[in-house]
């Protein structure tokens, strides 16, 4: 894709703070960064979202993130890693590529809101109703 600004890092026309790259991911640095370390794993080729991505592209990027998470963790020796993937303009995801945000909290770490919300007991007939309604287009 043209305009698309990671599509512009993978084909070297922008450039990144690389951290790992294989045949089917490119990771690098977030350039505007939640915590040190924050990093980015996307596939190679363009796809929106995760109704878009192939399964093997979304395996890749999994499989991947599991090596960086390990080197993150040897690196920055993080209290955890928010793994953090939005899907479309209504979810603020900002850069219309598939991406995966490995996030490390470190001490001291302002709370993310995506990781943190209050706990309270549901509608349990909606969630039920919500879940075979789900459970139902699964199958389509």
Not at 56 to 62: E, G, S
Not at 125 to 138: F, N, R, Y
Request: aromatic share 6%; net charge neutral; charged share 20%.
């Amino acid at each position: 894709m043209t305009d698309c600004i990671f599509c512009k890092i993978v084909q070297g026309e922008l450039p990144c703070f690389k951290v790992y790259e294989d045949d089917r991911v490119l990771a690098f640095e977030d350039i505007s960064p939640i915590s040190q370390g924050h990093t980015l794993i996307i596939p190679k080729r363009h796809y929106q979202d995760l109704y878009e991505i192939s399964s093997k592209n979304l395996t890749a990027v999994h499989l991947a993130s599991k090596k960086i998470i390990k080197a993150i963790s040897v690196a920055l020796n993080p209290t955890g890693v928010a793994c953090v993937q939005l899907n479309g303009r209504g979810a603020n995801q900002v850069v219309l590529h598939y991406h995966l945000h490995l996030i490390p909290r470190l001490p001291g770490s302002p709370v993310l809101p995506v990781t943190s919300w209050e706990i309270k007991p549901g509608d349990m007939d909606l969630i039920k109703e919500t879940g075979e309604k789900i459970a139902a287009a699964v199958l389509l």
